[in-house]
């Protein structure tokens, strides 16, 4: 929105500045982050006074029972603090920026629903069928948006570590594409289990997509980096670090002990948009990369379920991956620094990439 004050710089140049990418996707991190410390008492407070506290179930790791009344919910303070930001400082006539939006609210909205069903009686939250389905017809939707938008080159796959190697999935495009959205979205779920884990991990894959979506967008350096060039995928920068400001500003909060919690609003919402910026930016490959933390997380609840019925046995403690370390004796901020130290070389990792191949 404050884009168009570039067009008094005819009148004032001051408001020439207003052009320039880099400018509107730092003030927007900083607009978030500003957003969520101002709020983040109050929300919270309003999440304590509605009773949205998290209850220990039977399976929870000893050590988190006496967690009990923290609330959750705390995902509407992210949403609403780079939703707001969003709007101020991106350049609203650019189409990705809507389908951003479009999917942080919807996932957002599902995650929302569940945690409150989980508020009441039942505790079990939405169903299964339920939660999926909405998922996969926001995905489906935003899948047929960019294809329609962009033409036949949405169905590419590039391969990163390897110079020039494309493949064309055709209409599988459209379920593998599904898919990486659905299952990204819950990876970061099935990671929020511990103060500040998810919530840091985060701000790192946040950060080097807004790096990428900055050289996507530009056509010297696509060029140069022979990577493909989107037009107009350099205003995701701006919604990347608008989500990254937001995750900062929550952690304040969130971090051991935690004064609340993000809960499936910002986990599936958080997810989710990283896994659209992806697909925007022809990174779905690069994405696993970045978020290899997630990937491990979701990998150990597989590897969990499939070997327990299929020989009865566990290889882990207890799944996710983080509650195995917590039984095998490591303190709680242990497990979140070394798995926050993992996540950043997943993401240097990834940002190599740009020349490795």
């Known amino acids: 929105m404050l884009k168009f004050l570039f067009a008094l710089r005819g009148h004032f140049s001051f408001f020439n500045i ?16 500003l957003i969520s410390f101002l709020f983040g008492p109050w929300v919270i407070a309003r999440l304590r006074a509605i009773k949205t506290s998290w209850s220990a179930r039977e399976d929870t790791p000893q050590s988190h029972k006496a967690k009990a009344g923290t609330p959750t919910m705390g995902g ?5 603090s780079f939703v707001v930001s969003i709007l101020l400082w991106q350049d609203l006539t650019n189409v990705y920026a809507w389908v ?3 999917g942080a609210i919807g996932f957002g909205a599902i995650g929302f629903a569940d945690d409150l069903l989980k508020m009441s009686r ?4 939405i169903s299964a069928g339920v939660k999926f389905g909405g998922q996969f017809l926001i995905s489906a939707v935003i899948v047929v948006v960019l294809y329609v938008q962009r033409g036949e080159s949405t169905t590419l ?7 020039r190697a494309v493949l ?9 594409a599904v898919v990486l959205m659905v299952g990204y979205s819950n990876a970061v779920n099935l990671t929020d289990g511990l103060d500040g884990l998810a919530t840091g991990l985060v701000i790192m894959v946040g950060l080097a997509l807004a790096v990428l979506s900055y ?3 530009r056509a010297d350096f696509a060029s140069y980096l022979q990577i493909p060039y989107i037009k107009g995928a350099g205003e995701l920068a701006v919604f990347c670090l ?7 500003g929550f952690l304040w909060f969130n971090a051991h002990p935690a004064d609340v919690w993000m809960g499936d609003t910002g986990a599936l919402s958080l997810g989710g948009v990283m896994g659209v910026v992806a697909l925007i930016l022809k990174k779905e490959i690069l994405i696993l990369i970045l978020g290899g933390v997630f990937v491990l997380e979701t990998a150990s609840v597989a590897i969990q379920v499939i070997s327990f019925k299929l020989t009865g046995r566990r290889v882990f403690k207890m799944a996710p991956l983080h509650h195995h370390f917590e039984l095998s004796g490591w303190p709680e901020s242990k497990v979140v620094t070394r798995l926050w130290i993992l996540g950043g070389l997943f993401a240097i990792l990834g940002i190599s990439t740009l020349k490795i191949q």
């Open 168 to 176: 064309d999935l055709s209409w599988l495009y459209i379920p593998f």
């Open 122 to 125: 039942r505790k079990r939250g």
């Open 76 to 80: 509407v303070l992210i949403i609403l």
């Open 242 to 248: 608008a989500v990254t400001g937001a995750s900062v």
């Open 18 to 33: 207003f052009q320039y990418l880099t400018f509107r996707a730092a003030y927007a991190a900083i607009t978030a982050l």
């Open 157 to 163: 796959l590039y391969i990163p570590f390897l110079k």
């Open 100 to 102: 951003l939006l479009f």
């Open 215 to 217: 050289v996507t967008g």
